[in-house]
């Protein structure tokens, strides 16, 4: 497989502290493939700038003067294109409301360089998958891309192809389906795994509702297959499935989606 490059990251800094946007700035300086095309203290230059030079991400901040940014969220969701959003903000308790927005990540302020690589990591293969996408849908996509597939019964069999090798799986063998560029990586019983040319989309629409639990936008996962949660640091979670020695790395608001998804299937 080649490895898919993504666009050219060209931020937006929306922050209503000028020495927060200063160190942003720095931060990002340091990155070769990363642009910070403007930056703004408030909803209406936020909104202006995301016109003039189209960002493809915007590094918002949760507590703005006059507004707050879950509400400026919602008009730049209705942008075309929509940039992707990374919240940066010193108040850790909005992490779950961020998520339920779809953010892609979401910094804690002093924002560290590592964990700003980490987000930037993210964000590349974001961009990079976006772009796959972006191309599957033109007249020359493959199938699986267009109209919605008819969703799986709970016996149905879906047969996947990985190399030579050949795979029927129903439905409740699957325990997660991980995006990775083009492709998905689907994990099922005994610890077997296999990579498909097919969108992580596909897969909502293919299996059974309530089967696998949306994670974060490159991951559904069944929370009957997890057996246990390790905390790695402050941004890491190690997560072990049934029947599987290689675990998963979450995110921070990745591990907190799965907790309550977790709590949910408590009795």
């Known amino acids: 497989m080649k490895p898919l490059l993504s666009p050219r990251i060209r931020a937006l800094l929306v922050d209503d502290e000028a020495l927060s946007s200063k160190l942003m700035v720095e931060l990002l300086s340091q990155h070769a493939d990363v642009e910070v095309a403007a930056v703004a203290e408030n909803a209406e230059d936020a909104l202006r700038f995301c016109h003039m030079e189209q960002p493809n991400v915007v590094f918002l901040d949760i507590e703005l ?105 129903k439905p409740h063998q699957i325990q997660a389906v991980q995006a990775e560029g083009s492709y998905t990586r689907v994990l099922f019983e005994n610890g077997q795994s296999c990579m498909v040319k097919r969108s992580i989309g596909y897969w909502e629409q293919r299996l059974p509702e309530g089967l696998l639990s949306k ?53």
């Open 65 to 169: 003067n006059h507004t707050h940014g879950f509400e400026l969220l919602t008009e730049l969701r209705a942008l075309r294109p929509a940039p992707l959003i990374v919240f940066v903000t010193a108040f850790e308790e909005y992490a779950v409301a961020a998520f339920e927005k779809e953010a892609l990540d979401y910094l804690l302020k002093p924002v560290h360089p590592k964990r700003l690589e980490m987000a930037l990591l993210r964000l590349r293969k974001a961009l990079a998958l976006d772009r796959t996408l972006e191309a599957a849908e033109k007249p020359q996509a493959e199938p699986d891309v267009g109209a919605a597939p008819a969703r799986m019964g709970p016996n149905e069999v879906e047969v996947l192809k990985d190399g030579r090798a050949v795979f029927f799986l």
């Open 215 to 267: 994670v974060s936008r490159s991951l559904l996962l069944n929370p009957r297959c997890v057996i246990q949660l390790e905390v790695l640091n402050r941004d890491e979670t190690e997560v072990f499935l049934e029947g599987r020695s290689a675990t998963l790395i979450l995110s921070r608001l990745e591990s907190l989606r799965l907790k309550q998804l977790l709590r949910g299937f408590q009795v």
